[in-house]
Each structure stands twice: as C-alpha cells, then as structure tokens.
C-alpha cells in the first residue's frame, strides 16, 4: 500500500543537526512532491518546506531558510531533511507528507519523527 | 505571507450536533484549501482538498464550502470518532500555511 515511513526518534544537543529520513513506497516516488510539516509538543503544525521528487526543487518556509535542507534519493525513493544549529524550540514531532499536486493538499503521511532538542 | 486564522479554538458539542469550523485566509486562495482531523500521537488525516472535495473514503457527514477568502467545515452530524483537532491549510505557489486548529471536544 501507499505509505511513508520515517526514521526513529532523535535527541541532539543545541547546535547540533539532525537528518530524519522518509522512505516512500507502494507508488510512483517522482511523480510527487514531499513537504515536511513539524509539530512541537501541545502545539499546532507548522509547514517547513517542500521538494519535488521529479527534479529536485525546494521552497522553504522563511523562518528556516538558512537552517534547512531537503533532499531526495530517487533511487532508494527516500526523502530527507536536514535541520543545522538546533535549538531547543526545535523539539517536536516531524513529519513527511505527499503532497498530491494541483490541489495542495497533503494526502499521505509518514508516521512522524521525535526530534528532541535538549543539553 | 498568507495568514490563516480558524475560530473557534475550541469547541464543545454532543454526539448528533452539527458542528461548524470557520477558516478566513489573509488574502484569496480561490479554492486552495484543505480539511485535516488529527488524534493525539497520530499523523494528520486529510478529510476536504479544494475547499469541498471530499477525500476518498471520508465519511459524508463531513462536508467543506467556500472560496477566496472564506472557508468552513461542517460535519452534519458529531459522532464519537470525531473528537479530534481539525486544521485548515491553504496552497499558494508551492507554499503551504495551516491555520492554528481548532479542538472539538465533548460537551
């Protein structure tokens, strides 16, 4: 079936970076794009970037630019992103999400990644 | 940036209310809006994409309106398995940007 499954649960120092992986199957891994959507503990979601699994374009969300890098492995259908000089507002669950197209709309979502931030 | 805001932030209701979440973008999306329902310590579930298509196998109760500037969900009639926080999410050049979400609760 149509799923995205992501790497386990991180802790990290301030300062340190963090690479969590989300692994596509069950469909055409290129024909989508992957956003990531992180979500701090008791709050709401916040939408980090997106980057086409066809040719490898990104657009990050302003706050993060400079912090954040996504990448993909066409061949291994893994997407991944990286997020460098953590802080401690960093901490939340991260997800992968497919993002369908021309509608926006995110129908497929990995199962999310722990990442704390803590000295 | 397009802002997001969703009222109410909380709502309380009963099993069979008719429940209304509204959802009002900082400038017009045209339809590029999007339902989401998420339980606790699970991934978000998309319920409405373009503002009122219903999402294969969502169940009926649950219907989107609206366009430009304007949105909101309605489910017709609450059920248990609907206790939930629900998000909307606009679409606008590959940028993405959810509204604060909106805790339904049992009344």
């Known amino acids: 079936q149509v799923q995205l499954v992501q790497s386990g649960a991180e802790v990290k120092k301030p300062g340190a970076s963090v690479k969590v992986s989300c692994k596509a199957s069950g469909y055409t891994f290129t024909s989508y794009g992957i956003s990531w959507v992180r979500q701090a503990p008791g709050q709401g979601l916040e939408w980090m970037g997106w980057?086409?699994?066809?040719?490898?374009?990104?657009n990050y969300a302003q706050k993060l630019q400079g912090r954040v890098t996504m990448t993909t492995d066409t061949s291994t259908s893994t997407a991944y992103m990286e997020l460098r000089s953590l802080r401690s507002d960093d901490t939340a669950v991260y997800y992968c999400?497919?993002?369908?197209?021309?509608?926006?709309?995110?129908?497929?979502w990995g199962q999310g990644t722990m990442v704390t931030v803590s000295s | 940036d397009i802002q997001m805001t969703q009222s109410p932030s909380t709502l309380s209701a009963s099993v069979g209310d008719r429940v209304t979440i509204t959802c009002r973008a900082s400038?017009?999306?045209?339809?590029?809006l999007a339902w989401y329902q998420q339980k606790p310590g699970k991934a978000p579930k998309l319920l409405i994409y373009k503002a009122s298509s219903l999402e294969s196998g969502v169940p009926s109760r649950f219907s989107g309106s609206g366009s430009g500037t304007e949105f909101t969900l309605t489910i017709s009639s609450l059920q248990p398995d609907d206790f939930a926080t629900y998000y909307c999410q606009q679409y606008n050049s590959y940028t993405w940007t959810f509204g604060q979400g909106t805790k339904v609760e049992i009344k």
């Open positions: 400038q017009s999306i045209s339809s590029w």
């Open positions: 980057i086409s699994a066809y040719n490898g374009n990104t």
């Open positions: 999400a497919r993002d369908r197209g021309i509608s926006g709309a995110f129908d497929i």
